[in-house]
Nanobody, 115 residues
C-alpha cells in the first residue's frame, strides 16, 4: 500500500523558514516526478513545486526564489525548504506525484505564517 507522509509544518513568523519532508513507502518513486501542493482555507489546492526524476525543478511564480524542492531517492523522501515565508503561504501542504494521483493524497502538514 502506497503512503506519502508529510511532516515539518508548524507556526512561524513572517520572514522565517521551515523545511517540510515527505516520506514515501510502498513503492519506489525514484523514477517518478514528485510535487508539493498546498491548500489555503477557502482556496483550491495548487501546485507549489515539482521535482523530476533527474532533479529538474519547477516552481509556482508565487514561491520562486523563496522555496526549494529536492529529493533523496535513497531515502524515498522529498523535501521543501521554505524561506522568507509570508502570511499568504499559510496552508496545508501535501506531497504527491506530479501530476497528482488522487489515491495518494495524505493528511498533509499545516504551515501557519503569523506574527
Amino acid at each position: 500500500q502506497v503512503q506519502l507522509v508529510e511532516s515539518g509544518g508548524g507556526l512561524v513568523q513572517p520572514g522565517g523558514s521551515l523545511r517540510l519532508s515527505c516520506v514515501a513507502s510502498g513503492s519506489d518513486f525514484s523514477d517518478t516526478a514528485m510535487g508539493w501542493y498546498r491548500q489555503a482555507p477557502g482556496e483550491q489546492r495548487e501546485l507549489v513545486a515539482a521535482v523530476f526524476s533527474r532533479g529538474t525543478t519547477r516552481y509556482a511564480d508565487s514561491v520562486k526564489g523563496r522555496f526549494t524542492i529536492s529529493r533523496d531517492n535513497a531515502k524515498n523522501t522529498v523535501y521543501l525548504q521554505m524561506n522568507s515565508l509570508k502570511p499568504e503561504d499559510t496552508a496545508v501542504y501535501y506531497c504527491n506525484t506530479f501530476p497528482f494521483r488522487t489515491k495518494y493524497w495524505g493528511k498533509g502538514t499545516l504551515v501557519t505564517v503569523s506574527s
